[in-house]
Nanobody
Framework: QVPLVESGGGLVQAGGSLRLSCAAS????????MGWFRQAPGTEREFVAAINWNGRSTHYADSVKGRFTISRDNARNTMYLQMNTLKPEDTAVYYC???????????????????WGQGTQVTVSS
């Protein structure tokens, strides 16, 4: 089990920034590929960004590329999502997720991720 807890969500004006954190417990955090997903009301959960176990491989959805940065600190068992130049369409509940993998290949589909956090709300006002 890898319990995940997100934090850092909130209300921000368009053009502003937020940094989300995902704290994981367990000794094997470094062996997991980690990802961020988001879900707005009435929509399916969508991929935002992911990072492989050692942080050397990162992937982004086209909609956030150049604005969001994913990173991880395995010593602190924490993953981050720095979100800059936020837009109203970024409004959603953001979830962190993980699956066990030592590969540089990163999967984008939610069904690949075994563990999920409870989500944190991000609201961007226009």
């Amino acid at each position: 089990q890898v319990p995940l807890v997100e934090s850092g969500g909130g209300l921000v004006q368009a053009g502003g920034s937020l940094r989300l954190s995902c704290a994981a417990s367990g000794r094997t955090f470094s062996g997991y590929t980690m990802g961020w997903f988001r879900q707005a009301p009435g929509t399916e959960r969508e991929f935002v960004a992911a990072i492989n176990w050692n942080g050397r491989s990162t992937h982004y959805a086209d909609s956030v590329k150049g604005r969001f940065t994913i990173s991880r600190d395995n010593a602190r068992n924490t993953m981050y999502l720095q979100m800059n130049t936020l837009k109203p369409e970024d409004t959603a509940v953001y979830y962190c997720a993980a699956y066990l993998s030592g590969s540089t290949v990163v999967l984008r589909t939610p069904v690949a991720y075994e563990y999920w956090g409870q989500g944190t709300q991000v609201t961007v006002s226009s």
